[in-house]
C-alpha cells in the first residue's frame, strides 16, 4: 500500500525558516518524480516544486521561486521541502504527492496524495 | 506560464442531476488533462488523466473531454458521494491547478 506522510509544518514566524519532510512507502520510492502542492485555508490547490526521480530535473512555483528548495533522499525514501523567508502567504496545508508519468515530457499525473502538514506563518 | 480558468466556480445539484463542468487552459495543452475529486478535510484524489482516461477504481459516472485548451468533466447521475469539490490540472508544463468548482446540494 501506497503511503505518503508529511511532517515538519508548524508556527513560524515571517522571515523564518522550516523545513518539511514527506516518508515515502509501499513503492520504489527511486522510480518516480514527486511534488509539493499546497493549500491555502479554504482556498484552492497550488502546486510549489516538483523533483524528477534523480533530481536532475527541478521545478518551482513562481510563488516560491528563490525561497523554497525541493531535495530528495532516494536511499531513505523521503522527500523534503525547505522552506526560507516564509511570508504570511505561505500559510496553508502542504501535500506532497507521487508523480505517474505516462507520456514522456508531458503527460503525468498525481495518483498518491498524503494528508498534509499545516504551516502557519504568523507573528 | 499557463494560466487555468473553471466554470462554473460553484453550482448546486440535485442526485441523479447530469453535472457538467468546464476547465480552459490560456494555451494549448494538447491533452495533458486532469481532474481531481477533493471532499472537505480530505486529500485530492484522481478522476481523470489525459482529458478522458477514467483512473482505476472511479466510477464509470464520471467521464472527461477535449483537448487544446477546452475541457469538461461530466458527471453522468449525480450520487451523493459526489459532493466535493473539483480541479483541473494540467500536466503540459509545471502543474498548475484550476481555481475549482463546488458541487453542493440544491
Known amino acids: 500500500e501506497v503511503q505518503l506522510v508529511e511532517s515538519g509544518g508548524g508556527l513560524v514566524q515571517p522571515g523564518r525558516s522550516l523545513r518539511l519532510s514527506c516518508a515515502a512507502s509501499g513503492f520504489t520510492f527511486d522510480d518516480y518524480a514527486m511534488h509539493w502542492v499546497r493549500q491555502a485555508p479554504g482556498k484552492g490547490l497550488e502546486w510549489v516544486s516538483g523533483?524528477?526521480?534523480?533530481?536532475?530535473?527541478?521545478g518551482y512555483a513562481d510563488s516560491v521561486k528563490g525561497r523554497f528548495t525541493i531535495s530528495r533522499d532516494n536511499a531513505k525514501n523521503s522527500l523534503y521541502l525547505q522552506m526560507n523567508s516564509l511570508r504570511a502567504e505561505d500559510t496553508a496545508l502542504y501535500y506532497c504527492?507521487?508523480?505517474?508519468?505516462?507520456?514522456?515530457?508531458?503527460?503525468?499525473?498525481?495518483?498518491?496524495w498524503g494528508q498534509g502538514t499545516l504551516v502557519t506563518v504568523s507573528s | 506560464d499557463i494560466q487555468m480558468t473553471q466554470s462554473p466556480s460553484s453550482l448546486s445539484a440535485s442526485v441523479g442531476d447530469r453535472v457538467t463542468i468546464t476547465c480552459r487552459a490560456s494555451?494549448?495543452?494538447?491533452?495533458?488533462l486532469n481532474w481531481y475529486q477533493q471532499k472537505p478535510g480530505k486529500a485530492p484524489k484522481l478522476l481523470i488523466y489525459a482529458a478522458s482516461s477514467l483512473q482505476s477504481g472511479v466510477p464509470s459516472r464520471f467521464s472527461g473531454s477535449g483537448s487544446g485548451t477546452d475541457f469538461t468533466l461530466t458527471i453522468s447521475s449525480l450520487q451523493p458521494e459526489d459532493f466535493a469539490t473539483y480541479y483541473c490540472q494540467q500536466s503540459y508544463s509545471t502543474g498548475t491547478f484550476g481555481p475549482g468548482t463546488k458541487v453542493d446540494i440544491k
Open positions: 504527492a507521487k508523480e505517474t508519468t505516462y507520456s514522456y515530457g508531458h503527460g503525468y499525473y498525481f495518483d498518491y
Open positions: 523533483i524528477s526521480w534523480n533530481s536532475g530535473s527541478i
Open positions: 494555451q494549448s495543452i494538447s491533452s495533458y
